[in-house]
């Protein structure tokens, strides 16, 4: 054996003992644990103290419930998609007072508003970091009108600097791609709202969101299953303020719908409203065309039509 690889493996023989010295008690070869609350290293078995002394590395303030934690953490907040920056930056209040509350004087204000400009200069550097800020900010926008949960804006923004990344933006507006965004996040976690709602809202017209839309959709490769009658359910129930027996009646219409085939080529809008209103007739609750009309945005005409079709579904049905 030559020395190289004699001085090797006793190395290694060295590093395996030191290793397993760290993990075992010395005493006895039991387990070793760490006992936080006293700083020591305390064997399970025989209970021998091994090391004391240790360098606490949590805070150094304690709280006893979770809003007491919260208050007292001096961490900052997670890095999210909704803004341009991820909130890595420093925003710089727009109050002119101190730390405790008393305000500043008059160069102190000069200089505050000197730091406030060149920190919005700073945080937008080129055009494709400012594009960024106005649609995430179109998004922010849209989604608050629409009553929208932060996990389809933060998908909407996500869906939008794909596009910006790809070079999809030339040709288009800044306005029409993150309503299309957010149009899509929307009926991708299964909240859908209806094209009409998002040109609501939107400040481009509902063809260029529908235009832009497919292209959005068709060169990101997104998987976007078609809108399902019963996701609309509960928003049309909730603000009918039906109870929850019609609501699951009104399911129970579009399930039998989708066995009859009765649901192929008609909007989804359309069939939810027309089973929210057939099911409130069904329970004997007191709604009328207009007011789910107006609720989903729908025609009168179309509620009728397919009302129609969803009770003669009803009982076309096998009888078991």
Not at 53 to 70: N, V
Not at 165 to 178: A, M, T
Request: charged share 30%; net charge negative.
């Amino acid at each position: 054996m030559s020395e190289h690889t004699r001085t090797r493996r006793q190395t290694d023989e060295q590093t395996e003992e030191s290793a397993s010295t760290e993990t075992a008690c010395p005493e006895c070869s039991g387990t070793l644990v760490m006992d936080d609350e006293h700083g020591e290293t305390v064997c399970q078995d025989c209970g021998l103290v091994v090391e004391t002394d240790e360098i606490d590395r949590g805070p150094e303030w304690r709280a006893f419930d979770a809003s007491e934690k919260d208050e007292k953490s001096r961490v900052g907040a997670p890095t999210t998609n909704m803004m341009h920056d991820k909130g890595l930056s420093t925003n710089i209040d727009w109050r002119d007072k101190d730390a405790y509350g008393n305000s500043l004087s008059g160069k102190q204000r000069q200089k505050m508003q000197r730091l406030r400009k060149w920190n919005e200069r700073f945080r937008t550097r080129d055009s494709k970091e400012r594009n960024l800020k106005q649609a995430l900010g179109e998004i922010d926008r849209m989604a608050s009108a629409l009553g929208l949960p932060e996990n389809v804006r933060e998908t909407a923004s996500v869906i939008y600097r794909r596009a910006l990344d790809e070079n999809l933006l030339p040709g288009r507006s800044i306005e029409g791609v993150s309503t299309s965004s957010v149009y899509a996040a929307a009926r991708q976690a299964g909240v859908p709202r209806s094209l009409d709602e998002i040109t609501e809202v939107s400040r481009v017209e509902k063809s260029e969101i529908a235009r832009t839309y497919r292209y959005v959709v068709r060169e990101l490769g997104l998987e976007v299953a078609p809108a399902d009658p019963e996701s609309y359910v509960p928003r049309f129930a909730s603000s009918l303020e039906l109870s929850d027996e019609a609501e699951h009646r009104a399911r129970q219409l579009l399930q039998n719908a989708k066995e009859q085939g009765v649901h192929s080529g008609k909007s989804p809008v359309g069939l939810a409203a027309a089973a929210v209103y057939a099911a409130a007739l069904l329970t004997n609750e007191k709604t009328t065309q207009a007011a789910v009309s107006e609720v989903a945005d729908i025609s009168e005409v179309t509620i009728r039509n397919r009302y129609h079709e969803l009770l003669e579904a009803e009982q076309d049905l096998p009888v078991a």
